[in-house]
């Protein structure tokens, strides 16, 4: 063994000698149960009501699955909320679709696209997860199963929806609009008292979008990744852009690699900027929680913001941009 090798190796067996009475002396207590990080929900835009269902749920010791699942169900409930779930507005031909995924702090994931007539999309792909060896099911499939599980057919289009749709068949004209009031999902992450961390994300996509469009929030990877060991990111905003950067993924992967919350969200929308000359004409979003309950948000154009529930209080958050304005 060489000299240095040696001395460095026999340092360190020195130094751990040295603390062997102080581990002895009392228990090891985990750092961040002193810090009180968790349990902690978070969600896209400022659907407080979401994140203070989760957090009800997480505070009487729910688990994270659970929260995330009830959490986002309330914003696929509100008939004022026209980007999710019930009385979401239709595509160009007047049909309501949904997506949504779920995963847990296992890693499982589940998946629906082009869900009809199902009021809560997020409970079935909660189905598709731990009643099938599937991650996505689409289509007709997806509402056959759907049945088949319990869930009731539903006429998802409301008056409000309806009315608004066939104004815009008057002028037809299809282009995203920047996502700055106009919320098109809700994606959230809860971690829970146990240090386990799980996601979903729901939306019934761009406004009269074409007949069979899917976006980013079911696709694992893009509107939502997570990884127990290291945290988890959802994102907003034009799904085009965010599924041909896998971003929730890449934050992911830039966190394990040591990168904080807020760090890793403003590498995933420069590659966004980056990779789209037009970035000015639409809205990418992405917020990002690690194992510590450190949350981390960016966007392109000022306006996102994101709701935070921890410790019985309720907020919420302005995130910074790439552009001012």
């Known amino acids: 063994m060489k000299r240095r090798n040696f001395i460095r190796k026999t340092g360190i067996a020195g130094a751990a000698l040295s603390t062997v009475p102080s581990l002895f002396s009392k228990p090891i207590i985990n750092e961040m149960s002193i810090t009180n990080k968790y349990p902690v929900a978070v969600a896209t835009w400022n659907f407080q009501n979401a994140t203070k269902m989760a957090g009800s749920i997480l505070e009487q010791g729910g688990s994270a699955l659970d929260a995330v699942e009830k959490g986002v169900m309330v914003e696929e409930a509100n008939l004022k909320n026209t980007t999710v779930g019930n009385g979401g507005a239709p595509d160009r031909d007047g049909n309501v679709t949904l997506d949504a995924c779920i995963m847990s702090p296992d890693g499982n994931a589940g998946s629906v696209v082009y869900l009809k007539e199902i009021e809560h999309p997020v409970s079935v792909a909660r189905k598709v997860m731990e009643e099938t060896p599937h991650v996505m099911l689409a289509g007709e499939g997806a509402l056959q199963f759907a049945i088949q599980q319990g869930f009731k057919k539903k006429n998802l289009l409301t008056k409000e929806s309806e009315r608004a749709w066939k104004e815009w068949l008057e002028h037809k004209e299809y282009?995203?609009?920047?996502?700055?009031?106009?919320?098109?999902?809700?994606?959230?992450?809860?971690?829970?008292?146990?240090?386990?961390?799980?996601?979903?994300?729901?939306?019934?996509?761009?406004?009269?979008?074409?007949?069979?469009?899917?976006?980013?929030?079911?696709?694992?990877?893009?509107?939502?990744?997570?990884?127990?060991?290291?945290?988890?990111?959802?994102?907003?905003?034009?799904?085009?852009?965010?599924?041909?950067?896998?971003?929730?993924?890449?934050?992911?992967?830039?966190?394990?690699?040591?990168?904080?919350?807020?760090?890793?969200?403003?590498?995933?929308?420069?590659?966004?900027?980056?990779?789209?000359?037009?970035?000015?004409d639409f809205q990418v979003a992405y917020i990002a929680m690690n194992k510590q309950g450190e949350i981390g948000s960016y966007c392109i154009h000022k306006g996102f913001s994101y709701a935070r529930f921890h410790d019985g209080e309720s907020t919420n958050n302005q995130s910074d941009s790439y552009l001012d304005s």
């Open 175 to 280: 282009k995203p609009i920047i996502n700055i009031e106009n919320h098109d999902t809700i994606g959230m992450l809860c971690l829970d008292e146990k240090g386990d961390i799980a996601g979903a994300c729901t939306t019934s996509g761009l406004s009269y979008k074409i007949n069979g469009r899917v976006g980013d929030s079911p696709i694992i990877g893009a509107g939502l990744f997570l990884d127990n060991k290291v945290g988890g990111a959802v994102g907003t905003g034009m799904g085009e852009a965010i599924m041909k950067s896998v971003g929730s993924f890449l934050i992911v992967e830039l966190m394990r690699q040591g990168k904080t919350p807020q760090e890793a969200c403003e590498e995933a929308v420069d590659r966004c900027v980056n990779q789209n000359q037009n970035y000015k």
